[in-house]
């Protein structure tokens, strides 16, 4: 492959990258030939998303300046065009340029950065606290709220439904309310773990004697899955995150459902996890 070819596939990809839409995403999931992000369903995956485009933008834009000041160099003041060099040193003129010019494009960065930044750690009012605690090789859930606790853990391969995905799929989905800000305090038991869903935008690593916390607010209802992030041992692969985010009234049914069959045999499911 030439330079140029290569220059012009790294271009290319950029510029699809800035351009590519929801068009290729996946709702909830990955889907194939996945270019960029999974489709947003919550405010702050949105702003990371259109984040995420200005920046893409700026980059490409600088690329494309850089590419062009080269390509010049190389055409206007190449041996044959120019055999006799300038033996210029300085142009402050110029010099201030190339440092003013960076600085006012870093702060242009850093304030929708920043703003981003305040937006994942500014906690609204919490409608709904869960609890998501990591352990090898399963996710732990936990309503304070509601005194309900259970495993979720991975669906194998051969029991999976219909239209469930592969590596994804939990007995027991984490269940929350949509349009409601539901506040997840993240830990973990035995080694690190890292509670992510890519469509939420959310990344929290699950660090044992540590309670962190973050939140989200999903606007449509739908399954919506994540992985364990933080490499925590052989299993690390197959530990998904399932959210099932269903209306008021479905919250309430399930609620229900689960005070009434309290005692769910957590033991005996530990015990399949870990063989
Ligand atoms: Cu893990």
Redesign the pocket.
Known sequence: MTILNRILMYVGGAAMLAAGGPALAGEGQPSRWQMTFQDANTPIMEQITSFHRFVTIIIVLIALFVLGLLIYVMVRFNETRHPQPSRTTHNTLLEIAWTVIPVLILVAIAIPSFRLLFAQYDFPKADLTVTAT?S??YWTYEYPDYGITFASIIVQEADLKPGQPRLLTVDHELVVPVNKNVVVQVKAVDVI??WAVPSFGIKLDAVPGRLQRTWFRAERTGMFYGQ?S?L??RN?AF?PIAIHVVTDEEFAGWLAKQKSSASLDVAGKVATAEK
Do not use: S
Request: proline content about 0%.
């Open positions: 990591g090898q090789w773990h890292d364990c933080e925590c041992g690390h530990m």
